[in-house]
């Protein structure tokens, strides 16, 4: 199993500009979700799914969309890059989150920086 | 709301030496306990779990950790450092919150083993 992926691995964006990340496991976990790691700070839920065709808000979701048209990709949109936005994104994934006994697996993470 | 404490920022420790990061935590119910590791430039890694059951949780790479109730803490230790061990460790909570279930981390304690 390749696990939980993510690409780019690097992004530098200008101001205003949009673009997606990408996420995929092939583990085949219901529950996705996006964190975004600032120092100091840990890690930041941004959205999350618990299943395909559903998607919630997570703690700091201002500025992002995400939708989950199957099990395996949960993208995230950047609709207007902002400086505030610089930051390493991680996606990660688990069991049925009815059970919350299950670790959450991370990817490598989008380092990813707005000028 | 649930929230997760690691109240040093940083713990220098001699190899060789037991090694002890710390992790108390706020929550409504029953927690679930998490402990993550991250190496540089990589995305986190999970350590252990405390769900249920002994106090006293056995992990990945040696590591270890202490349910206590009362204190509400879940501290990491390990008896005998290594200069790998070296790296930024996160301690998590999660509780059965409506459908969310979110993982709260807490904000990282940079450990540093010195040879």
């Known amino acids: 199993n390749a696990g939980v992926t993510q690409t780019p691995k690097f992004q530098v964006l200008k101001t205003g500009q949009s673009m997606t990340l990408q996420c995929a496991q092939d583990?085949?976990?219901?529950?996705m979700s996006w964190y975004r790691q600032d120092p100091g700070m840990g890690l930041r839920l941004i959205h999350y799914?618990?299943?395909?065709?559903?998607?919630d808000q997570g703690e700091v979701p201002n500025g992002y969309n995400v939708s989950r048209s199957t099990t395996e990709d949960f993208p995230l949109r950047l609709l207007s890059a902002a400086p505030s936005q610089t930051s390493v994104y991680f996606c990660?994934?688990?069991?049925?989150?009815?059970?919350?006994?299950?670790?959450?697996?991370f990817g490598p993470g989008t380092r990813l920086t707005v000028t | 709301a649930q929230s997760v404490a690691q109240p040093e920022d940083q713990v220098n420790v001699a190899e060789g030496n037991p090694l002890t990061v710390k992790c108390t935590y706020s929550v409504s119910g029953n927690p679930y306990l998490f402990w993550y590791v991250q190496y540089p430039n990589r995305g986190l890694q999970f350590l252990l779990k405390?769900?249920?059951?002994?106090?006293l949780v056995k992990g990945s790479y040696g590591f270890e950790a202490e349910f206590n109730k009362s204190q509400t803490s879940f501290h990491l230790k390990k008896p005998s450092a290594l200069v790998s061990d070296s790296a930024l460790y996160f301690c998590a909570v999660r509780v059965n919150s409506g459908s969310a279930r979110q993982l709260t981390f807490g904000s990282g304690t940079q450990l540093t083993v010195l040879p």
């Open positions: 799914s618990v299943g395909a065709g559903i998607t």
């Open positions: 405390y769900i249920t059951g002994d106090n």
């Open positions: 990660a994934s688990s069991y049925s989150p009815g059970t919350e006994s299950y670790e959450q697996y």
């Open positions: 583990m085949n976990h219901e529950y």
